[in-house]
T-cell receptor
Framework: DAGITQSPRHKVTETGTPVTLRCHQTENHRYMYWYRQDPGHGLRLIHY???????DKGEVSDGYSVSRSKTEDFLLTLESATSSQTSVYFC??????????FGPGTRLLVL | GQQLNQSPQSMFIQEGEDVSMNCTSSSIFNTWLWYKQEPGEGPVLLIA?????ELTSNGRLTAQFGITRKDSFLNISASIPSDVGIYFC???????????FGTGTSLTVIP
């Protein structure tokens, strides 16, 4: 299994508060991704990174920002959490663009 | 974003039966991936396909990259109870880093 951890694994927060989710990898892979998973929508890409300090937006990036200051860490920040951001968030990594390995996920509830 | 149509949405089968599911797109993809997800966990990569017409096996699982490059198929032979889960397809265009996911096929195996 790819060495990916996500923290926290569960979080409950209130509307309007900032939230940061962390993805940590031990594989030294170049590419890192953040997805959200919602019923009826499958997995949708929020942001991805193709190297340290190199990031790009995915299809559902509004309300989210990311940072990657080290190869092993990719942070996802909800600048001001809303109830529509209640979801399960998955990080994925890959050493080449043609594949991805997923972490265990973070369940976020925004009240 | 790209729409991937995955069917069927759900399947209820008897243990020992074979299973077939597919994924179609209006776009031509260069890569197809198949994942399995169990409750509370992240998707696990089952099979990766990189060439039109390619047929790849992983134990009882066989996946094919459709010749039109707009579809892919996953077959599971002689299903067992531990095959239960949600199976996702994912496709990647020739350019760009993003993968697009289907909405999943939920498989239930009745002992």
């Amino acid at each position: 299994d790819a060495g990916i951890t996500q923290s926290p694994r569960h979080k409950v927060t209130e509307t309007g508060t900032p939230v940061t989710l962390r993805c940590h990898q031990t594989e030294n892979h170049r590419y890192m991704y953040w997805y959200r998973q919602d019923p009826g929508h499958g997995l949708r890409l929020i942001h991805y990174s193709y190297g340290v300090k190199d990031t790009d937006k995915g299809e559902v990036s509004d309300g989210y920002s990311v940072s990657r200051s080290k190869t092993e860490d990719f942070l996802l920040t909800l600048e001001s959490a809303t109830s529509s951001q209640t979801s399960v968030y998955f990080c994925a990594i890959s050493d080449r663009r043609e594949t991805q390995y997923f972490g265990p996920g973070t369940r976020l509830l925004v009240l | 974003g790209q729409q991937l149509n995955q069917s069927p949405q759900s399947m209820f089968i008897q243990e020992g039966e074979d299973v077939s599911m597919n994924c179609t797109s209006s776009s031509i993809f260069n890569t197809w991936l198949w994942y399995k997800q169990e409750p509370g966990e992240g998707p696990v990569l089952l099979i990766a396909l990189y060439k039109a017409g390619e047929l790849t096996s992983n134990g009882r699982l066989t996946a094919q990259f459709g010749i039109t490059r707009k579809d892919s198929f996953l077959n599971i032979s002689a299903s067992i109870p531990s095959d239960v889960g949600i199976y996702f397809c994912a496709g990647q265009l020739r350019t760009g880093n993003q993968f697009y996911f289907g909405t999943g096929t939920s498989l239930t195996v009745i002992p």
